[in-house]
């Protein structure tokens, strides 16, 4: 397992082997290291900063390595903000900004949320209701192991779905919605392969 903390980035800089990436439309992402005192793990969080009210607008924090099918994937986060959408979600699978796995938590909708990107475009495939309180922190976790994909949510398992839609090694990232200002803290990353 692959521990990731944001201790040793500079404060208002993208970690090493980060990259920020948008799918939809919009203007630019704004991913950096902010001060949160509150952060389980230090002082320091990769936050999506922008407040864009663009509602098809996902910004992603991409991670260069690793790059596997099957992995266990876990982040802390806390909803700060948000008008259009209060929301956090880890990538899998990504090929790229517009082909990958996503599983969200959203504190507007009170509701957890598992979905595929083709082409840009996004489809649900399964998801729970249950509260996502904002300003406080949670984890969320996403298990893929070949077609079959299990969604945590502040250590429990909440549902199993299955899809074959991207079967092939792909990136990790952080994902966002619209106008969510969002604080990301430890992810843990446990490849399958």
């Known amino acids: 397992m692959t521990r990731i ?16 990436a948008l799918t939809g439309s919009g203007g630019p992402v704004a991913w950096a290291i902010v001060e949160d005192p509150t952060a ?13 009210k663009t509602d098809y607008r996902f910004p ?10 099957d992995i266990d994937v876990a982040v802390r986060f806390k909803p700060v903000g948000g008008t259009v959408d209060r929301a956090a979600g880890i990538a899998i699978r990504l090929s790229d900004p517009n082909n990958y796995y996503v599983v969200r938590a ?18 649900q495939i399964q998801g ?10 949670h984890t969320l ?25 991207f079967a092939s090694p792909g990136k990790i990232a952080l994902w966002t ?13 446990t490849p399958l392969d």
Request: glycine share 8%; hydrophobic share 40%.
């Open 5 to 20: 903390d944001f201790e040793a980035a500079a404060t208002g800089t993208l970690p090493p082997g980060v990259t920020g």
């Open 40 to 52: 389980p793990a230090g002082p320091k969080v990769l936050a999506q900063t922008s407040t864009d």
């Open 60 to 69: 992603l924090a991409i991670f260069e390595a690793p790059v596997a099918v």
């Open 106 to 123: 959203n504190a507007l909708e009170d509701n957890v949320r598992f979905y595929r990107v083709v082409q840009g475009r996004r489809q």
């Open 128 to 137: 729970a209701n249950l509260k996502v309180s904002s300003n406080e922190w």
């Open 141 to 165: 976790g996403l298990r893929s192991e070949g077609e079959r994909f299990t969604v945590s949510f502040d250590g429990t398992a909440i549902f199993i779905a299955q899809d074959s839609t």
């Open 177 to 189: 919605k619209a106008d969510s200002v969002t604080h990301f803290d430890t992810i843990a990353i």
